[in-house]
């Protein structure tokens, strides 16, 4: 997809920068807790190990790099067509998907054999959701490559209803991994600076994220007005 503003003599060049940074520091920010939550956590280690790895595999990395490669700025395919590109973003979000499903069996298992009560926490239940959530959305977005499974609805009314819905997904997502940060296990392991800073890591992505997507959005309504 063309950039927005490409062309446009009014846009200053820092701007250009600005976007290109932002969506550099979007790669490193997924790239850097996901490498940080795998040390911490030690998947293999226990049955739990592998629920806050899984799941920080899922949202923090597959999930951002699978939106992220449609990013007009910080694509690291972003001069391959945009086939290509669709087809990257579903084989992310599959692996998002399936990461997702195994973080859940891992802690529902963890708690089955530790005789815990499921789901009695707001992270337990939000979390729930969101794995229901993102299955649900990926299911709805088959459609996308057999278009005559969805008669009677244009290709782009379902793209854009696919990226509203999934930017939703994405916010569903970040907020459970926030909340997991609030969990009694991450808060005793790590100091106050680390839990600052890892709590930046999702909510950073999840704005700039939410910016990628609006904007591309918004500039076609432009386009079409
Ligand atoms: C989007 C990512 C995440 C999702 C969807 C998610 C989902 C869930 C779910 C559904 C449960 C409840 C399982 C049950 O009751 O049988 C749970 C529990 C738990 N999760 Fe996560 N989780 C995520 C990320 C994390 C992270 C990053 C951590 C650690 C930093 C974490 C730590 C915990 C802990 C300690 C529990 C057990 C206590 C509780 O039920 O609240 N989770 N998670």
């Not at 972003?78 to 087809?87: L, Q, V």
């Not at 379902?158 to 991450?186: D, I, M, N, P, Q």
Request: contains cysteine.
């Amino acid at each position: 997809m063309a950039h927005p503003n490409k062309g446009s003599e009014s846009e200053p060049r820092v701007c250009a920068y600005t976007r290109t940074a932002s969506a550099v520091l979007t790669h490193c920010v997924c790239i850097v807790f996901s490498v940080f939550m795998a040390l911490l956590s030690r998947p293999g280690t226990s049955w739990f190990s592998w629920h806050p790895f899984c799941m920080t595999l899922a949202f923090s990395f597959f999930m951002t790099e699978a939106i992220l490669l449609f990013s007009p700025d910080g694509s690291p395919i972003k001069r391959f067509p945009h086939k290509t590109k669709g087809r990257v973003h579903w084989i992310l979000q599959c692996l998002c998907v399936s990461c997702a499903v195994l973080g859940l069996v891992a802690i529902a298992y963890n708690k089955h054999l530790n005789g815990k009560p499921h789901f009695t926490s707001w992270h337990g239940l939000l979390g729930l959701l969101t794995v229901c959530v993102v299955a649900l959305q990926s299911l709805a977005a088959v459609p996308l490559i057999y278009h005559s499974l969805a008669k009677g609805w244009s290709l782009a009314k379902l793209k854009r209803y696919h990226a509203a819905s999934g930017l939703v997904t994405y916010l569903l997502g970040s907020v459970s991994l926030l909340l997991g940060l609030c969990s009694a296990w991450f808060t005793a392991s790590v100091g106050e600076y680390a839990w600052y800073l890892s709590a930046l890591c999702p909510a950073l992505s999840a704005l700039l994220i939410m910016n990628q997507v609006t904007s591309a959005y918004m500039a076609k309504k432009r386009l079409k007005s």
